[in-house]
């Protein structure tokens, strides 16, 4: 409802009161807008849900120097499978963030890339890994290069 309302504000050139042909066009047809806006808004949690079951939530790491690989242990949240993934050091890379918001709090992301492309997503502070006690050799660990080894 509120993407809505909000849809023609932001497409509306100047202030808020200048209407402009799109919001027009968006004002005069509100069945096949609010069918675009809803379709937009349904696909976004589809395509979050698909994202979710096809990468899983991580609950183990494991860095195995020997073999210079890294071992992630998986679990598909819809369908409880366990998948192992594994990853060459030489093509990984880490993006840490600090975030802090007034929603959400203090938040400690870490999105592990493997060939540049995001394949792990964890939110330290959200999430279980929060009560993990080795959580800041891990976060200390990465931070320090590790697939530079």
């Not at 494991?62 to 598909?76: A, C, G, M, P, Y």
């Amino acid at each position: 409802m509120a993407s809505w309302i909000a849809f023609p504000l932001f497409v509306s050139n100047g202030r808020p009161t200048r209407v402009n042909t799109t919001a027009e066009l968006l004002f005069e047809n509100p069945l096949w807008s609010s069918l675009i806006i809803s379709i937009g808004v349904i696909t976004w949690f589809i395509y979050r849900t698909r994202k979710k079951y096809k990468f899983g939530e991580v609950f183990k790491i494991e860095f195995n120097d020997s073999e210079r690989k890294l071992e992630i242990k998986t679990i598909n949240l819809a369908n409880n499978k366990e998948k192992d993934n594994h990853y060459d050091y030489k093509n990984l890379s880490y993006d840490f963030q600090n975030k802090e918001d007034s929603l959400f709090g203090k938040q400690r992301i870490l999105k592990i890339n493997n060939y540049g492309r995001t394949v792990h997503e964890i939110n330290f502070d959200r999430t279980a890994w929060c009560r993990n006690e080795r959580i800041d050799k891990l976060i200390e660990k990465i931070k320090t290069g590790h697939n530079n080894v």
